[in-house]
Structure formats: C-alpha cells, structure tokens
C-alpha cells in the first residue's frame, strides 16, 4: 500500500468514526424539562455538506539501475599478523644503534623502532587487502504520482434548522435532524 493510499484509507477511517461518534453522542437529543422550555415548530430543515477533492492517484514504475560496492576489507588475519610488527621493529632497532652515539644513538634506535614497525604493518597489511568491488543490481521503483483528475467527497455537517415560535421564525443551526418540532429555551427577563 503506498503512502497516498495509506493516507487516504486513515481520511476514511476517521471521517467514519468522527460520523458515528458525533451521531452516538448528538442525536436524538436528550430534552430538558421544567420551566423555561417550550417546543417550537420547524418550518424546514436543511442537511449541510462541506465538500473537499482530493487528488487522483496513479502508480508509476520503473526499473533502477544502481551501482552496489562491497566494502574493501582484508582477508583473514595471517598467523604472523603480532610477530612481523615485532620482528620489524627490532630489526629497525638493531639498524637504528648502529648510527650516532650517546643520546643520539638512543634517538636513533628509537626511530629505527618506530620506522621498522611500520613498514612490517604496511607491508603485512597490502598483502592482504582486498580492492573494493561491485556489480549492477537492478530492482523495480514504484511511486505515486498525481493526476490532473480530482475526486470529489461530501460529508455531511449539520443542519440549518428553520423554527416557527410565537409567530417569529428563527434559524439554528444543529447537529442532528430535530423531525417536525424542536426544544427552544425561553428565557423571561424583567424590564430594568
């Protein structure tokens, strides 16, 4: 299911639950009584719709082309992959005393250490590396992609409700059917 449709499916689910949910909850409605209520005479009812379009949707698929690498790695790690740094370091030591003398022949030999493990690393390691390589995967895409064409949905929203009460017609506007009379709160109030 794409994500358009996902969506739409969720618009549809919701709009269903909010219609069944407003109805459990708004209709029929419960009447108050005692003074202060009369009932009034409705004149003409009106359902109200509220409109939206959505856009239609069709599916476009094609065929990617993509360059897939593996990463570069090595091997296996060879039996002397500990004692070569060792052995080189050493014998770059050994090589490193034989120049200079005093402090300077320390320094030497440090650097030779230095120097002859490194090049053991670097040789053990290039023999064992391996280049990274690929190959062309192809694998099918899919989208969703929008049309010029529009769907057109209605829900419903209420009523206008149109009421006859002492001789005057007053509207309202509710959120269910009243039927052929409606409750209207009167309110009486002195004059100050």
């Known amino acids: 299911m794409t994500v358009h449709r996902y969506r739409r499916h969720v618009f549809v689910l919701a709009a269903v639950l909010a219609l069944g949910l407003g109805a459990a909850h708004a209709g029929p409605p419960r009447y108050e009584s005692g003074p202060g209520y009369r009932w009034a005479r409705v004149v003409e009812v009106t359902p109200v719709y509220v409109r939206s379009s959505e856009p239609i949707y069709r599916q476009e698929c094609f065929i990617e082309a993509r360059h897939e690498v593996y990463e570069p790695g090595y091997h296996r790690r060879p039996r002397y992959a500990y004692s070569a740094p060792v052995f080189g370091a050493i014998v770059g030591g050994l090589i490193g005393n034989q120049f200079g003398d005093g402090s300077g022949r320390a320094a030497s030999t440090f ?4 120097l002859g493990d490194a090049l053991a690393r670097d040789a053990m390691y290039s023999r064992n590396y391996v280049p990274p390589r690929g190959r062309m995967v192809e694998r099918e895409v899919c989208r969703d992609v929008p049309t010029r064409s529009y769907r057109e949905t209605r829900m419903l929203d209420g009523y206008e409700v149109a009421y006859e009460y002492g001789g005057e ?9 009243p039927g ?7 309110d009486v109030r002195p004059r100050r």
């Not at 650097?111 to 230095?114: D, K, R």
């Not at 017609?169 to 059917?177: F, P, S």
């Open 111 to 114: 650097a030779g250490v230095v």
């Open 169 to 177: 017609i007053y509207h309202t506007r509710t959120d269910y059917d």
């Open 180 to 186: 052929d009379r409606i409750q209207v709160r009167v």
